[in-house]
């Protein structure tokens, strides 16, 4: 899909679509693929009826016939635009607020009518961000490779997201998840060196992130947007809710990881191992700077202090 750059010609000018289209076609169009219809769009000039105006019916008639046909079961809606900018500035949305009105309420009534999953996806922005509207989530991709916009905190970091669609939900369920890997240098993981069983504790982490090209310098907490990749050692259960450490307690395992709260549950005494994986952005040396980066630190579960 096109974005700003792909239509900017001689001395960096904001032209038009040409270049691109002579060499990719039609900077809009819809496919189905395993159930999910996917409609791209171009928003090249900030705006969808700027940058083509026939595109606009095209979305209209590709969600109208998503409805009917029996074989498509969500719709995913792509643009290099998003409909809303989640940095206070609203510089990097589409700039027609009609028209991103539209798309809202064309998924709304997609979603509605249908019972069938909607997302609308864009970038631009560069902050890794999600909000819903009526059911539909509107999704902000971060950077892979630019300087990202907003803080670290808040999803001001380089990486790319994997999409996984599960074709028999609808959309009032969990029909779409989406695994927000960020690049990461080097990893650092804060652990006590000791719990007491029955006790919890908090574990928390950073990344360190190259800035542009140069040697890492963007420190990015482990934890949301960032989607967090927890592992350990055999005795280490990984889950979230009560029953998931039940489940942990009869397995015998010795302490439990919530990956949402990031807090361990110690259960009995021992050790265990928690590691953190993130996908390399490590200056390429050969192809063992390609692995993945990873942080381990051991944990002793001691007995409780006797009063």
Request: net charge negative; glycine share 8%; aromatic share 6%.
């Amino acid at each position: 899909m096109p974005g700003n750059h792909e239509s900017y010609g001689l001395n960096n000018v904001q032209q038009d679509l040409t270049n691109f289209t002579a060499e990719f076609g039609r900077p809009y169009r819809t496919f189905d693929h395993k159930g999910t219809r996917f409609i791209l769009l171009a928003s090249s000039v900030g705006s969808l009826r700027g940058t083509a105006w026939d595109q606009l019916p095209m979305l209209q008639q590709a969600l109208a016939d998503a409805k009917k046909d029996k074989s498509v079961d969500n719709v995913a809606v792509f643009a290099h635009h998003p409909v809303d900018d989640p940095a206070e500035t609203k510089s990097s949305q589409l700039g027609d607020r009609d028209e991103a009105a539209l798309i809202e309420n064309l998924l709304t009534d997609f979603r509605d009518d249908s019972g069938k999953g909607a997302v609308m996806v864009g970038s631009h922005a560069q902050i890794a961000d999600v909000h819903h509207l009526e059911g539909v989530p509107y999704v902000v991709l971060p950077s892979s490779g630019k300087d990202p916009y907003g803080t670290p905190d808040r999803g001001g970091f380089t990486g790319w997201v994997d999409w996984s669609v599960d074709s028999h939900r609808n959309a009032r369920q969990q029909w779409l998840q989406a695994d927000v890997r960020a690049f990461a240098q080097s990893i650092t993981l804060n652990t006590p060196e000791s719990v007491e069983a029955g006790s919890t504790a908090q574990l928390s982490g950073s990344i360190v992130q190259p800035q542009g090209v140069a040697n890492g310098s963007r420190v990015v907490p482990l934890r949301y947007p960032m989607s967090v990749h927890w592992s350990g050692s055999s005795n280490l259960a990984i889950g979230t809710g009560q029953d998931a450490v039940d489940d942990a307690r009869r397995k015998g395992k010795v302490a439990i990881l919530d990956p949402r709260t990031r807090i361990l549950t110690a259960l009995k005494a021992g050790s265990v191992t928690v590691t953190v994986t993130n996908d390399s952005m490590r200056p390429y040396t050969d192809d063992s700077s390609l692995a993945p980066v990873t942080a381990s630190r051991t944990v002793q579960v001691v007995p409780p202090a006797r009063g």
